[in-house]
Nanobody, 125 residues
Framework: VQLQASGGGLVQAGDSLRLSCTAS????????MGWFRQAPGKEREFVAA????????RNSASLKGRFTISRNNANNMGYLQMFTLEPEDTAVYYC???????????????????WGQGTQVTVSS
């Protein structure tokens, strides 16, 4: 499956933003997917994951519930809704799919076989 993340941009602290992940290929609905982010000078980190059916979700505890992952398999789309953005959320955000582990274990970069190119989110203070 090929992925393309979009929806990033420059926003102010406190704003909301929704990222989209467009998938190509009919297999998308059978893959767990996730979002990661990489801030300047830092390693890529796990943000959230959703299982292939969309009824199980895992979030990074550090985000304190500010982000919500969802998907629409009928349209081959994944989403990351971000609320109350902070300057520390500034990063390139990546969507990923096709985890090679059980859903509860999917949280490392190497767990996902397919990646989008990333979309930049910049939050100004």
């Amino acid at each position: 499956v090929q992925l393309q993340a979009s929806g990033g941009g420059l926003v102010q602290a406190g704003d909301s933003l929704r990222l989209s992940c467009t998938a190509s290929g009919r297999a998308f609905s059978s893959y767990d997917m996730g979002w990661f982010r990489q801030a300047p000078g830092k390693e890529r980190e796990f943000v959230a994951a959703i299982n292939y059916k969309g009824d199980r979700i895992r979030n990074s505890a550090s985000l304190k519930g500010r982000f919500t992952i969802s998907r629409n398999n009928a349209n081959n789309m994944g989403y990351l809704q971000m609320f109350t953005l902070e300057p520390e959320d500034t990063a390139v955000y990546y969507c990923a799919a096709n985890c090679n582990l059980a859903f509860t274990s999917c949280r490392e970069i190497g767990d996902f076989r397919s990646w989008g190119q990333g979309t930049q989110v910049t939050v100004s203070s």
